[in-house]
């Protein structure tokens, strides 16, 4: 399975690769195909007192920094069209966050890259809407084509992260997964799934506690892989602590997950 993990934003150097090392185990697991992630820039935070990172200069080196020192393939998002070309150069995966999910002069820029493209489903979005996303990728790239095996042979994948229910909070309908596998392969971000926007004055707040049911229920349906922003103390996060998962936590759901798909194959 893919899995993607890594701390939410860059927070340090010395943080960034404390967590690194707890993710080897990972990396060297031959049933595991992994991404290291991490934002250089958190632009869409609800405050503009909110951290948001060292910027795309220092990002991009200190990601560059743990490629060479692990191996690891990275993942990271970008916000803006201008970004594209740059971060493509040291990263494997553009991810297009959940707000900017419809934005074609981004999702055009991305798809110019050699990177595979990961589109977050908007948290207002109808997953079957997210066939124009992969649309406008899959056409950039000149495939023409469409479907689950298009998309993955041309390097685009989407990503569940939940569904705006009411103020302040998301749910998970898993028909989303089965519907939005007809067009890609689906990840499933269990840690943003539980996010609860805007809840904590001026920043978002979580229930890291449903992460992992939500993991063990995606798995059960069916999914390609799975996305844990993941810290080695999530309450002194400086950006999305309350979804995140403890390192220790994060190794529980992963075998519960491989459990599960084991279970399915047999």
């Not at 860059?10 to 934002?39: C, H, M, P």
């Not at 200190?62 to 070309?85: C, N, P, S």
Request: net charge neutral; charged share 25%.
């Amino acid at each position: 399975m893919i899995l993607i993990a890594g701390p939410c934003v860059i927070e340090s150097k010395e943080s960034l690769f404390r967590v690194a090392k707890e993710l080897v185990k990972y990396y060297e697991d031959k049933n595991i195909d992994f991404y290291f992630k991490s934002s250089f820039d958190k632009a869409n935070r609800t405050s503009i007192e909110s951290f948001r990172g060292p910027g795309l200069d220092e990002g991009l080196r200190l990601l560059d920094e743990v490629r060479r020192e692990f191996g690891f393939k990275l993942l990271t998002d970008i916000h803006d069209y201008t970004q594209a070309k740059p971060v493509g150069e040291v990263v494997d995966v553009l991810q297009i966050p959940a707000f900017l999910c419809r934005q074609t002069d981004l999702l055009v820029s991305a798809a110019k890259t050699k990177c595979v493209v990961n589109i977050k489903k908007g948290q207002f979005l109808n997953p079957s809407d997210m066939k124009y996303s992969v649309k406008k990728v899959l056409d950039t790239r000149s495939v023409k084509t469409s479907g689950f095996e298009a998309a993955k042979e041309n390097g685009v994948w989407l990503t569940e992260r939940g569904s705006t229910f009411g103020y302040g909070n998301l749910v998970v309908d898993m028909r989303a997964l089965g519907i939005m596998r007809e067009f890609a392969p689906v990840i499933f971000d269990a840690t943003h799934s539980v996010q609860m926007p805007g809840t904590a004055e001026g920043k978002s707040g979580g229930k890291r506690e449903f992460v992992a049911p939500l993991a063990k229920a995606a798995a059960a349906v069916g999914v390609d892989g799975f996305f844990f922003e993941t810290h080695f103390n999530p309450c002194e996060a400086l950006c999305d602590g309350p979804n995140m998962l403890d390192l220790k936590e994060l190794d529980i759901v992963v075998q519960s997950i491989k459990k599960i798909q084991n279970a399915l194959e047999n």
